[in-house]
Structures are given as C-alpha cells and as structure tokens.
C-alpha cells in the first residue's frame, strides 16, 4: 500500500487500492454521524467486475471489457456529444447489484430510464492523468446536483494544475494522518526523517522529483504492457 500511495503525487495516476482506502475513511466518517439516512461509498475494485453482466469468463476478461466500454464513453463525452453519452439501458449500477445478488438487482435491472449525465463545469478535455483524484474529489463533495459545487477552477485558469497539486496533498495528509489509520506514527516518523536527512530544500525537491519520474516510468510500463 505504501508504494501505492505514492501516486498521490504530482502527475502520477492515482491507483485504485488509494481509492478505495479513500472510500474506506468516508465509509467510516459517515458512520460515526448522527443522521438517519446513511452513504456508503462503493470500492473502485468492487465496481469494475460488477458493471458487466456475469457471465463464465475470467475476471481479467471482464474487466478487459468493461475498460473498451468505459473508453467508448470517454471519446463520446471528448466529442461533447451528451446525447450519445448513454450507457445501455440495464445500466452500470444495476449490473453491479445483479453480479452481487442484490435483492432489487432485478427491480433495476427492469427499469428502461436513461441516467442524468451532469454538465460540470471543472471538466477536463487535455488532462489525462486525474481521473482518480475526480473520483476523490466528487465522493468527497456531492452533494447532489441542485447544490454540487466542487470550488474547482477550470482547466484554462492558470492556477488550475496547483490547485489539483494541492488537492492530493490534502488527501494524502488526510489518509495518511487519520485516525483510523493504524500506520499513523510510522507515516509521520518517515516525513520527520526525510526531513531531517535531506535539510537542502533543492537536494530534497531532487529526490522527491527523480522517486515521481521513476513511478511514471513504472506506470507507463504497465499501460504499454496492457495494450
């Protein structure tokens, strides 16, 4: 988990188990108010096998297939055609309840309604690389769409990448520092000690710069070895 985490910095993908820790602190975050009605926020690992019928193919087949759908979309929502930009009508969430056994699978499986696709504003048409901090970010804002407002800049103000920087720092300080976080003090006492090793402000911007390029490296490795 420790090198997945890493990708929380500058101009890295944010790597799913980062998601799902995330959902995990919200999960346990809205458990501990005192409201009637409850969110639960869903793991990214345990949606991409779900939202494909289940059919007998090996989970990397599925997941294989729902990444071509998922891409289908993306270069439909690239073009700003919204009419297109449907998924069919048994939808993503109701083939995730259906591959799980949920007992209203079936209710939403009948239902023919086409979902709401939200016009946001911070959309992005040249960024590649924040899909997960989105993800972060709109679990951790929704509101629903009367009210949603994220704060975030567009992608032509000038501030827009420091202010995604900025975003990742804060939930890598809040996943690293939570309380339910068993590896607090470990976290903690790695940052005094890098601190303390590498007092040279520019030597230690070195370090931290040439550990993202290597992870880049690693995470175009893996997407070449994908294709």
Not at 67 to 88: G, H, N, T, W
Not at 196 to 225: L, R, T
Request: net charge neutral; charged share 30%.
């Amino acid at each position: 988990m420790r090198m997945n985490v890493q990708s929380l910095a500058p101009g890295l993908k944010i790597e799913i188990p980062v998601i799902d820790t995330f959902a995990s602190i919200l999960n346990y975050e809205e458990w501990e108010l005192e409201k009637d009605i409850k969110r639960h926020y869903f793991y990214a690992s345990v949606m991409l096998p779900g939202i494909i019928q289940n059919k007998p193919e090996s989970m990397e087949t599925k997941i294989g297939k729902q990444y071509e759908e998922f891409a289908k979309m993306i270069v439909i929502q690239m073009e700003d055609d919204i009419s297109r930009l449907q998924f069919d009508d048994n939808g993503v969430f109701a083939k995730h309840l259906s591959t799980y056994l949920h007992p209203k699978a079936e209710e939403y499986m009948n239902q023919k309604k086409k979902p709401t696709i939200l016009n946001m504003k911070w959309k992005t048409k040249k960024e590649k690389i924040d899909c997960g901090l989105f993800m972060m970010m709109h679990m951790d804002n929704y509101e629903g769409k009367i009210k949603w407002e994220t704060g975030m800049l567009e992608e032509t103000n000038k501030n827009h990448r420091l202010q995604r920087n900025n975003l990742r720092a804060k939930y890598a300080a809040k996943m690293m520092l939570h309380e339910i976080n068993e590896n607090q003090k470990l976290m903690s006492d790695y940052a005094l000690k890098f601190a303390a090793e590498n007092q040279d402000e520019k030597e230690a911007d070195k370090i931290v710069n040439q550990s993202i390029m290597k992870k880049i490296a690693e995470q175009d490795k893996q997407d070449n070895q994908g294709k």
